[in-house]
């Protein structure tokens, strides 16, 4: 299944047009508004204060309840723009956001308004997309699920990484704060608060796993590599800026008869002790749990004061934004990631065709 997703922060909708759709795949769209209301901000006080639905309308490639398998397209109306927060900020590049880089890339013909096309209100689609997916997934008894594994430097538990805890990760996916341990969600919590109060941001990780990949699945080739096809889905996600699979840059401290997964052989079916390696080797699918770590920046729009230039002129000034922006972009990242993630394990049963 490929994917283009389209739309600016402030025009009048965002959305996502999915083509090789499998066909006769059951839409649940208790699920898909369940998903969306995930990600959508302004559900506690740890979020912008912009506020809108999210509620998804499928235009094409659903007909009586089923894709069709030919182009779905998913739209999201803008409701809550406040265009006027970012007139001040017409000509001034954000440090840490795409402003500048877009400007140049497009030749200053971009929609400045809340980000345009970069604003994170754009892993809206994404997170729409990968719930098509996760239906499809579903039916082959492949689940995507994450948490956030730390902000700033508090962490929460870590995942068993051959045996995620599949029913705790369940759980804490309907809160605010999807952690597995409570204490750490509380010191997190204050840590966010704090950051606000202080017109600053902080960043943090989020920690996925993918059950139910059967052994050999991809390819050491660039294109249908599992770690390639995770990677392209993941790192286009706005604001992660690093991955790793399995013990990913621990292995750079242990030895190998510390890092290596030793084979076991039960019931008829072969299955590493442990997981280091993270469920791929060689680019192929162990049969063990897929499971990686993004780290997330800080989110970028901070009311405190930063050097910076004017876009075009170059002239060098300063810049204080305003506006509705996320202390932390970690929490409303988690089904973000889990999105990508799902999009990605279907592309690898799919053999990796989501490229072209
Ligand atoms: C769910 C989500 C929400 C985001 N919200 C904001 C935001 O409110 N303000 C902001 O400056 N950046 C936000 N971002 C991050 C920017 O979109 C991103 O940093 C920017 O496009 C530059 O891309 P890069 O960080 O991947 O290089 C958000 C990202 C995600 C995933």
Redesign the pocket.
């Known amino acids: 299944m490929k994917h283009v997703i389209f739309g600016e922060s402030h025009g009048p909708a965002i959305g996502v047009v999915l083509t090789e759709v499998p066909s006769g795949i059951p839409v649940d769209e208790a699920f898909l508004a369940a998903e969306m209301a995930r ?1 959508a901000p302004g559900t506690g006080d740890l979020t ?1 204060a912009r506020r809108e639905p999210d509620r998804v309308e499928i235009l094409s490639g659903v007909f009586e309840g089923k894709t069709t398998g030919t182009p779905l397209c998913m739209v999201i109306r803008n409701t809550d723009q406040h265009s006027g927060d970012y007139e001040a900020l017409r000509e001034l590049a ?1 440090p ?3 402003d500048l880089t877009g400007f140049v890339r497009y030749g200053g013909f971009g929609d400045f308004r809340g ?1 345009g096309h ?6 809206a689609p994404l997170v729409a997309a990968g719930a098509l997916a996760r239906m499809i997934l579903r039916e082959r008894g492949v689940e995507v699920r994450a948490h956030i594994s730390s902000v700033g430097d508090i962490d929460d538990d870590a995942m068993d990484m051959a045996e995620p805890d599949m029913d705790g990760l369940r759980a804490c996916a309907a809160m605010e704060l999807p952690v597995l341990s409570e204490a750490a969600g509380e010191r997190m919590r204050a840590l966010i608060l704090r950051c606000r109060e202080e017109g600053d941001s902080v960043g943090g990780t989020v920690e996925c796993a993918v059950t139910g990949l059967p052994i050999g699945l991809g390819d050491p080739d660039l294109d249908r590599n599992a770690e390639t096809l995770f990677a392209r889905q993941l790192l286009a ?5 690093a991955l790793e699979f399995g013990a990913g840059f621990r292995f750079a401290r242990m030895r190998g008869s510390e890092a290596n997964d030793p084979w076991r052989s039960s019931g008829g079916t072969v299955r590493t002790e442990t997981n280091h390696n993270g469920g791929i080797l060689g680019g192929i699918t162990t049969g063990m749990p897929v499971v990686f770590r993004v780290a ?2 800080p ?3 901070i009311a405190l004061p930063q050097r910076t230039v004017r876009m075009g002129t170059g002239e060098e000034t300063e810049i204080t ?1 305003s506006g ?3 202390p932390c ?1 970690v929490p ?2 988690v089904p ?1 990631i889990e999105a990508a993630a799902a999009l990605a394990a279907l592309d690898l049963l799919e053999g990796g065709r989501s490229r072209g």
């Open positions: 990600r912008t954000r840490g956001h795409a980000g970069f604003s994170g209100r754009l892993t996600v706005p604001a992660v800026k997330v920046k989110t970028p729009s934004v509705r922006h996320d972009i409303r990242a973000v």
